[in-house]
């Protein structure tokens, strides 16, 4: 019991350390003042339980981008249409403290976000599409309108790697769980249009046996595979993202 003062002041520490960022300066002081305008294109009216969810992500956003659509280069990775049981699972997992996040450790304890607010904000992010072309405008579109539309235009760069081994080994050893075009699928992640370095700190803390992976743990897949096919498979998955996914959901 002793050691929990100590503890809680080493996260508080970490905490401040890892202060989300303030402001994002180059958006206008107009988008910031007008969220509603820039919620995910819904034609209809939003339901009190989605209203609730883009209030939480408000908290969120200060990391993960008002479009969850992450930051600081996959520092802070892109929540926007990852499976809703997925962001459900890890969240209850930090709460938990099984998977450890420290920056983000304050925001999910059970004062901050009780169980109703997992489930609103999850299924609020797991809704917002990101797309990964330029929308086409029509002339009577202003400046403003197309500036927020491609703000949400969201684009991972290629990787350096071997496309076809990484296709090969992906679609034998990973798809199983995550789906075909790196969707996802129940509570397994989608990988595709998620930030490759922070796919590749996840798999260095799997490798490490910081976070479990699959139910094999420590021999599971990814440990059976070498390194150059994990970094094949990152730039495979960064080949995938104008694919439908119709296959996925
Ligand atoms: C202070 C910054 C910060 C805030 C605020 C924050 N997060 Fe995070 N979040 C992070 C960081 C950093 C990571 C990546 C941790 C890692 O590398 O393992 C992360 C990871 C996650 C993940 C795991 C993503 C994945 O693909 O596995 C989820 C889900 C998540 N955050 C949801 C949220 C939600 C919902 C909120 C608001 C209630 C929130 N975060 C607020 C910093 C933050
Ligand atoms: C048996 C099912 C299964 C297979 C096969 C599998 N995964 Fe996973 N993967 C999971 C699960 C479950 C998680 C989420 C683990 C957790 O809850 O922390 C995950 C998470 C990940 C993550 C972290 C995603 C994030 O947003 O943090 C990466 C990266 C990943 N897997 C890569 C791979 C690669 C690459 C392969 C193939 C070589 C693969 N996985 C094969 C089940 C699987």
Redesign the pocket.
Known sequence: MRALPILLLSLFCAGALAAPPKKAPARPAAAQEAPAAAAPAAAHAPSAEEDKGREINGVCAACHGEFGQGGKRGEY?RLAG?RAA?LK??LK?FRARK?INLPMYPYTQERELPDEDIEAVSEFLAAIQLPTKPPEFKDSDDALTRLLAMDKVMIIPRVEGDIENGKK??QK??????GRTGRGRG?????VG?YSN???K??DA?LKGE??????GTT???NR?TEK??QD??AY?TTLQDIETAEAK
């Not at 050893?173 to 995550?178: K, Q, T």
């Open positions: 990775p990852q997925y699972d890890q997992s998977r080994v992906y050893e990973c798809f199983a769980c995550h509570k397994f992640p989608m990988l998620q922070y796919l590749k996840q798999v799997y976070r479990p992976h699959d139910e094999e599971g897949i990814l595979i096919d994990i498979i990152l998955l």
